[in-house]
């Protein structure tokens, strides 16, 4: 089975996640298979928006190259700012997940501030403010383009589907952008495990194959009532599962990548709520495991 490289895996913190509850605790998301459809239908209307404006702004000075090269700069520097303003997604993403494991309040707390920091850091404020300016600029640039018809419905109409162009950049445009280069980064590396698996020479390669599965022992505290289950990943090569060793003690084993979808099912396998929170904290605690580790290996 193929499992990316453990800097890809880290790629992957920063696309979009899904909440799910376990218990007394809600998982933020770690690993995800899914490409939220909604993102890439935001962005492409965006960019729509970023066309029309672009055309209306060139045109209506005539297609001065100047203008034209400042409505187009105004096109990329919105990309660039929402690129920027998602830059600490994957930090974000860690210390949602830390704030989960930790284990005391203290250290959760601790987890959680830092969070809240990486959210409001002074640049990436400024970058936002500057993405919702640069809207309204651009909405007077096109008001120019349509005339002076004296009706204030066409600004508004401007100014709205510019604020609605903002709001995509800084809510949904850094996740689509970080998702499409994370699936070319999958792309190169499944290229060079495909390539080993049919030649067996080229050896870089090599280091994508899962060949065993990855243990985990589970701790079994009161009031945890622990139910063997499984599920097989999503080639059928393997599974991951919660199982009894023949010496009595209780063991989670993953096969490659441990998707949030796989740690949802093995959470509400189990029988009680402590029992599933329990499950969902230790899921959580061997994602961080697999993140830093590239595909296992026959020890």
């Known amino acids: 089975m193929f499992e990316p490289s453990s800097k890809t895996k880290r790629w992957g913190l920063y696309t979009r996640k899904s909440k799910f509850h376990a218990g007394a605790v809600t998982l933020p998301g770690f690993f995800s298979l899914k490409r939220d459809s909604n993102d890439t239908l935001f962005f492409f209307l965006a960019m729509i928006i970023?066309?029309?404006?672009?055309?209306?702004?060139?045109a209506s000075f005539e297609w001065n190259y100047l203008m034209a090269a400042l409505a187009l700069l105004f096109v990329i520097v919105d990309v660039a700012l929402a690129i920027f303003i998602h830059w600490y997604q994957a930090d974000i993403c860690e210390e949602a997940n830390n704030a989960i494991i930790a284990a005391t309040a203290a250290q959760r707390n601790a987890h959680l501030e830092?969070?809240?920091?990486?959210?409001?850091?002074?640049?990436v404020i400024i970058f936002t403010i500057l993405l919702w300016v640069l809207a309204v600029v651009k909405a007077a640039l096109s008001f120019n383009a349509s005339g002076d018809s004296g009706s204030i419905i066409i600004p508004i109409v401007l100014l709205l589907c510019y604020l609605v162009n903002a709001l995509i950049h800084t809510k949904v445009t850094g996740y689509y952008i970080f998702q499409v280069f994370y699936n070319s980064q999958l792309t190169k590396e499944y290229d060079k495990y495909q390539h080993y698996?049919?030649?067996?020479?080229?050896?870089?390669?090599?280091?994508f194959v899962v060949e065993a599965e990855r243990p985990f022992p589970l701790t079994t505290p009161d009031g945890v009532n622990l139910k063997e289950c499984s599920i097989p990943v999503e080639d059928g090569s393997g599974k991951h599962s919660i199982s009894r060793t023949n010496e009595g003690n209780w063991m989670l084993k993953t096969w490659g990548v441990l998707y949030d979808d796989s740690v949802?099912?093995?959470?509400?396998?189990?029988?009680n709520d402590f029992t599933r929170q329990y499950i969902a904290i230790e899921c959580v605690k061997h994602q961080?495991?697999?993140?830093?580790?590239?595909?296992?290996?026959i020890q």
Request: hydrophobic share 45%; no cysteine; charged share 25%.
């Open 50 to 58: 970023e066309i029309i404006g672009f055309v209306a702004i060139a």
């Open 264 to 271: 949802n099912h093995l959470v509400q396998a189990q029988q």
């Open 197 to 207: 698996l049919r030649d067996n020479t080229f050896t870089a390669g090599e280091m």
């Open 114 to 123: 830092e969070k809240k920091r990486l959210q409001r850091k002074w640049w």
């Open 288 to 297: 961080f495991q697999i993140l830093q580790a590239n595909a296992y290996r």
